[in-house]
């Protein structure tokens, strides 16, 4: 090996070679202020350690907080009135899905539910023709045989004790209260959200219930949650370098603080798509009047946060979103040999994980959140009772598990449930006919499916369109590629 003849030729003089910022050439001083920088060639890389922005001031970035001439308060009003309009809009298009998929989470379908009693049930008794001493010769001779014919009666119903009919399947017509949609009618969201639309004491308006409620709560929810967290690792981990990541505990934190601190927006909301569209049936007319009459009835602002119905699935709902989120997708690329794996050097096998992951996340996140909502339709304390535009269970749960046991024993998931018209019996012809079928084993026994004898399918309404949406934010996000800001060195 060989040495070069002269080194000469590879000494670069420090002073020539390229810096982040082209120098400032020497002008005298005198001369100073009068020649300006040279205009820089091509484009000059410095690193950004910019933190993350509140989704407010992403609208204007010329917001910056760490400016000393401070905000400038109208372009600060408009910035809000723009987000506010945005996420206005972007709620009202998914508002009818979210309509739907609530109702069908809420809606109590027992087992038992039978048949409709549409047809008038008859006692039928037999009388024996008394005979009296007559001049009419026609009644004399008659056969007294033929004259014994068995004489229908309309069974009695069971009543109350103020005199009402007792209901005794949520699928009869004549008792079931006309703001109230038909039990079994509807299998999925887009079906409930035709018959929301087709139901004479909802409309289409009613699709739109609890807009406002629920703008606000996503408005508030996308500020409080990267405040929180800034604050949370700011307090904890104060010395941390801007390139280290923070422990996923703190946004995990930062998100069940928001979820409990905008936990009342969520009950509201629910109560609010719940209850009948109508005016005559409403419990509430708005969310403020909702929010008086539950502080003043229900236990005031302990009983909103407090209460084990709400406190309990709150806190499971709000941390188990975050950790599906942010701990599911490295631990799926990690069990299938890829935990090298990350959303900057491999975005599409990570956007492929994070798919992945939040189907799976929805096996368990899907059943606490159909327990949340119903435990949030129940009214405690001295509070009126909820007029729902769909069945609700009549009984209240006492809380998450006993919740979720009533659930999967007590309903039914054939949805819609389909029944087979039984023939009028008119007859003693008819009936030993149907006998006669029965003694010689000849009547059609459809085999039951597994969903009519459990609760499985109601803990998961709403899957199929939540499994949608995933797949359509996933393809979306391989068709929109993200801004190259940052991106790194390259060379001039």
Known sequence: MT???????????????????????????????????????????QWSTRPTR??????????????????????LFKTVVASAFLQYTSTALVNPWEVGKLLLQV???????????????????????????????????ADPHNNVTPKRYPAPRQTDEQGYVIRRSVLEEGTRPEYIIAVGSVDGVWNMIKRVGRFRFEGWLALWKGLATSTLSEMLSTSMQPLINSFLQSLFFPSMSPFHQPPVILPITSHVLTGLILSPLELIRTRLIVQSYNNRYRTYTGPFDALHKILRDEGGLKGIY?????????????ALRPIVSFALP???????????????THPVAWGCAELTASC???????????????LQVQVRGAAEPIKGCVELRPAPYNGVVDAFWHI?????????????????RNSKSAKSKDDEKEEK??????????????????????LGMRLGASAIYFVLNLIVSPEQTDAGWVEI
């Open 408 to 424: 999967l024993t007590e309903e039914r998931s054939d949805l819609p449930i389909t029944y087979r018209r039984r023939p009028r």
């Open 441 to 462: 084993g000849e009547v059609d026994d459809e085999p039951e499916s597994i969903w009519k004898n459990t609760g499985l399918g109601q803990l998961y309404r709403g």
């Open 3 to 45: 040495s070069p003849p002269s080194l000469r030729d590879l000494y670069i003089d420090p002073s020539s070679a390229w810096a982040f910022i082209p120098p400032v050439p020497n002008v005298p001083k005198q001369n100073a202020s009068a020649v300006s920088p040279p205009e820089p060639v091509g484009q000059t890389f």
């Open 360 to 374: 799976i996340g929805l096996l368990v996140t899907l059943p606490i959140e159909t327990i949340r909502r119903r």
């Open 330 to 344: 490295g631990l799926i690329a990690s069990y299938f040999g890829a935990s090298h794996i990350t959303e900057e």
């Open 54 to 75: 509140n989704s407010i001031f992403e609208l204007s970035p010329s917001l910056d907080l760490s400016e000393p001439s401070g905000i400038n308060a109208s372009q």
């Open 107 to 141: 809606q109590w379908v027992p087992r038992d539910a039978g048949e409709p009693q549409t047809e008038v049930e008859y006692v039928e008794e037999e009388y024996e023709e008394t005979f009296s001493d007559s001049d009419n010769d026609e009644s004399y001779f």
């Open 306 to 318: 407090f209460h084990p119905n709400l406190l309990i699935p709150t806190l499971l709902d709000s």
